[in-house]
């Protein structure tokens, strides 16, 4: 594997695990957010990572073409799960019986897959460095 090679896988890693870490972001801000203009409470999304297909011609090519098989989102759904009720009466969006439909968000599950999404973006960022310091050490050593 040469560097660009690790470069690009790198850099797909990190794109994919930055759509990530504003996905959390975006669920721990609408933690308590009960009305949304589509209606009802925010709903949790949760991001999908898959391999880059490589097709069969690119791994035929791939010593003329440097084709990578990196790391891309493939989806962003909304979590199905229904809406966790809390008795609020005072609450401008309860209902009839004094309960409000609130998101069904964990803070510390999100906090949790937040502190994994920024270690894997760190892992990557650690590699594009660790190959750029190698690139620079083999170009002291041809001089």
Same mark, same amino acid.
């Given at each position: 594997?040469?560097?660009?090679? %690790? ?6 890693? !990190? ?8 996905? &959390? ?5 609408? *933690?308590? %957010? ?22 069969? =011609?690119?791994?035929? /090519?791939? /010593?003329?073409?440097?084709? *990578? =098989?990196? *790391?891309? *989102? %493939?989806?962003?759904?909304?979590? =199905? ?36 999404? %920024?270690?894997?973006? =760190?892992?990557?960022?650690?590699? &594009? ?9 083999? !170009?002291? &050593?041809?001089?």
């Amino acid at each position: 594997m040469d560097i660009l090679t %690790t470069f690009k896988v790198s850099a797909s890693a !990190l794109k994919a695990n930055s759509i990530r870490l504003n996905t &959390i972001s975006s669920n721990l801000a609408n *933690v308590e %957010t009960t009305s949304t203009p589509e209606g009802g409470p925010y709903k949790k999304k949760s991001v999908y990572f898959e391999s880059k297909p490589v097709s069969f =011609q690119e791994q035929l /090519n791939s /010593n003329l073409k440097n084709s *990578v =098989q990196g *790391v891309e *989102v %493939t989806k962003i759904i909304e979590d =199905q799960e229904p809406a966790r009720k809390v008795y609020n009466p005072s609450h401008p969006d309860a209902g009839p019986d004094g309960y409000v439909e609130m998101p069904n968000i964990s803070v510390l599950e999100e906090t949790v897959d937040m502190m994994s999404a %920024t270690r894997a973006y =760190q892992a990557n960022v650690t590699t &594009i460095k660790s190959a750029k310091r190698m690139a620079m050490k083999a !170009l002291e &050593i041809g001089r």
